[in-house]
């Protein structure tokens, strides 16, 4: 028996040989053909096998030297063609609507699709579908007299359900058991391969996913920067200007009555305010603390701020001498960032407690308050406290892209606990 893999005038492989498998009691067939292939001027590579075993692991080594679907389909044709002597052999697959769609056929097309839908074909496609068992029939040749055709119905399975079929069309040695059985090891060989192709296949789907969402989250990077620097340069540099003319106003021009000296006061605060926030703005956008000195570093400058503000802060950091990978400090950053922002909005607490550490490879980053706490229960139902949910959400989709997990725990009248682990391993 012989396989040549590849039709005519394509039978080579990537070197331009063309590949032979023998399953054979004498090796001289196969040096005879090799022969005949030399003096041809066809460089030729021959495998000889001596058992039906040793012969479908070749067969199933062909078959997983490729990730490509389409090349494992259209291998598994010609394999099955040449070993059973196959008139038509056609591979079918069901669509995202269910429906079972033709994907690959070998043979004449014309003879096919009048094989395809005949009665006979028909019920054997429906018997194979509701017991997963292959079925043999038998059906009249198109276009001959009296001339029989054996068909095969196979099922192609992967993750324990059927994803498509193989009909195999024939003549009558394709009925005999060890053909069957053949035909069947070949088809859940493919089955396995197709399994791993397209696993293959949905991994590369996600690694461009994920590098489309790098290069959206390196755009928004730049974007935040553009911004700071507008904001610096604009409205920062305005504010300054402002507060300072207020003084020197103030200074020249001091008002003559109570009330007026209280007005004044209160629109310098005003001015203040407003220096600050649009300072800790361009902080936020674009916190150089990170970038230069690393996360313990840009933490504590968060802790100062909040100690500024009246708050009473309970900080532990181990983290020790070495930098955490860049992309770890910003995601953990921007968590405590927005941990520390609702605190500020929503806690009705002075008191917080923030813990960083490196522990077992990887970090653990908690933010704690002894606030008013809410329902997590309303939160995941769309309830909450306006822009609460989004934090939140926003929260576990950071620390979920470095393979991390982050908990969220709170309760009424009790305070609430954020913690995002985030493995090491995963950002070296």
Same mark, same amino acid.
């Given at each position: 028996?012989?396989?040549?893999?590849?039709?005519?005038?394509?039978?080579?492989?990537?070197?331009?040989?063309?590949?032979?498998?023998?399953?054979?009691?004498?090796?001289?067939?196969?040096?005879?053909?090799?022969?005949?292939?030399?003096?041809?001027?066809?460089?030729?590579?021959?495998?000889?096998?001596?058992?039906?075993?040793?012969?479908?692991?070749?067969?199933?080594?062909?078959?997983?030297?490729?990730?490509?679907?389409?090349?494992?389909?259209?291998?598994?044709?010609?394999?099955?063609?040449?070993?059973?002597?196959?008139?038509?052999?056609?591979?079918?697959?069901?669509?995202?609507?269910?429906?079972?769609?033709?994907?690959?056929?070998?043979?004449?097309?014309?003879?096919?699709?009048?094989?395809?839908?005949?009665?006979?074909?028909?019920?054997?496609?429906?018997?194979?579908?509701?017991?997963?068992?292959?079925?043999?029939?038998?059906?009249?040749?198109?276009?001959?007299?009296?001339?029989?055709?054996?068909?095969?119905?196979?099922?192609?399975?992967?993750?324990?359900?059927?994803?498509?079929?193989?009909?195999?069309?024939?003549?009558?040695?394709?009925?005999?058991?060890?053909?069957?059985?053949?035909?069947?090891?070949?088809?859940?060989?493919?089955?396995?391969?197709?399994?791993?192709?397209?696993?293959?296949?949905?991994?590369?789907?996600?690694?461009?996913?994920?590098?489309?969402?790098?290069?959206?989250?390196?755009?928004?990077?730049?974007?935040?920067?553009?911004?700071?620097?507008?904001?610096?340069?604009?409205?920062?540099?305005?504010?300054?200007?402002?507060?300072?003319?207020?003084?020197?106003?103030?200074? #020249?021009?001091?008002? +003559? &009555?109570?009330?007026?000296?209280? *007005? %004044?006061? =209160?629109?310098? $605060?005003? /001015?203040?305010?407003? !220096?600050?926030?649009?300072?800790?703005?361009?902080?936020?956008?674009?916190?150089?603390?990170?970038?230069?000195?690393?996360?313990?570093?840009?933490?504590?400058?968060?802790?100062?701020?909040?100690?500024?503000?009246?708050?009473?802060?309970?900080?532990?950091?181990?983290?020790?001498?070495?930098?955490?990978?860049?992309?770890?400090?910003?995601?953990?950053?921007?968590?405590?960032?927005?941990?520390?922002?609702?605190? #500020?909005?929503?806690? +009705? &607490?002075?008191?917080?407690?923030? *813990? %960083?550490? =490196?522990?077992? $490879?990887? /970090?653990?980053?908690? !933010?704690?308050?002894?606030?008013?706490?809410?329902?997590?229960?309303?939160?995941?139902?769309?309830?909450?406290?306006?822009?609460?949910?989004?934090?939140?959400?926003?929260?576990?989709?950071?620390?979920?892209?470095?393979?991390?997990?982050?908990?969220?725990?709170?309760?009424?009248?009790?305070?609430?606990?954020?913690?995002?682990?985030?493995?090491?391993?995963?950002?070296?």
């Amino acid at each position: 028996m012989k396989v040549l893999h590849g039709r005519k005038g394509q039978d080579r492989n990537r070197s331009g040989v063309l590949r032979n498998l023998f399953l054979e009691d004498s090796p001289l067939d196969a040096e005879l053909v090799g022969t005949r292939l030399s003096e041809g001027g066809i460089g030729c590579e021959l495998a000889r096998v001596q058992s039906r075993d040793a012969f479908a692991a070749a067969l199933n080594q062909v078959l997983n030297s490729t990730l490509e679907s389409e090349e494992i389909v259209a291998r598994l044709l010609e394999i099955m063609c040449s070993v059973a002597n196959l008139t038509v052999a056609v591979i079918s697959r069901f669509d995202q609507e269910a429906n079972l769609c033709v994907w690959r056929s070998a043979g004449p097309e014309d003879l096919w699709l009048r094989m395809c839908f005949t009665p006979e074909a028909n019920a054997a496609r429906r018997a194979m579908l509701e017991n997963g068992e292959p079925q043999l029939f038998r059906l009249r040749r198109p276009g001959s007299e009296g001339e029989d055709c054996v068909g095969l119905c196979l099922p192609i399975g992967a993750r324990d359900r059927i994803v498509g079929i193989l009909e195999a069309y024939g003549q009558e040695s394709l009925a005999q058991d060890v053909m069957i059985e053949m035909v069947s090891s070949l088809t859940s060989q493919a089955a396995s391969a197709l399994e791993s192709a397209w696993l293959h296949e949905e991994l590369g789907d996600r690694e461009r996913a994920l590098q489309d969402l790098v290069k959206r989250l390196l755009g928004a990077k730049e974007e935040r920067r553009w911004v700071a620097y507008e904001v610096h340069d604009g409205l920062a540099h305005v504010a300054v200007a402002a507060h300072q003319n207020l003084q020197a106003f103030a200074r #020249r021009y001091a008002p +003559e &009555t109570e009330q007026g000296r209280r *007005e %004044l006061d =209160r629109i310098l $605060g005003q /001015v203040r305010t407003m !220096v600050s926030d649009t300072r800790r703005v361009i902080a936020n956008l674009r916190p150089t603390a990170l970038d230069d000195l690393g996360l313990a570093a840009a933490i504590s400058l968060e802790v100062e701020r909040l100690n500024e503000e009246g708050y009473y802060v309970d900080c532990e950091e181990h983290l020790g001498n070495e930098r955490l990978p860049k992309e770890m400090e910003i995601v953990l950053f921007r968590v405590a960032q927005e941990a520390l922002t609702n605190i #500020r909005k929503h806690a +009705e &607490t002075k008191w917080l407690k923030i *813990e %960083l550490r =490196r522990r077992d $490879g990887e /970090v653990y980053l908690e !933010v704690r308050d002894f606030g008013c706490g809410f329902d997590p229960v309303a939160l995941e139902t769309l309830g909450g406290r306006p822009g609460e949910r989004v934090g939140f959400a926003g929260m576990r989709e950071r620390v979920g892209m470095l393979g991390g997990e982050l908990e969220i725990q709170s309760r009424p009248q009790a305070g609430t606990f954020v913690a995002a682990i985030i493995p090491l391993m995963r950002t070296a």
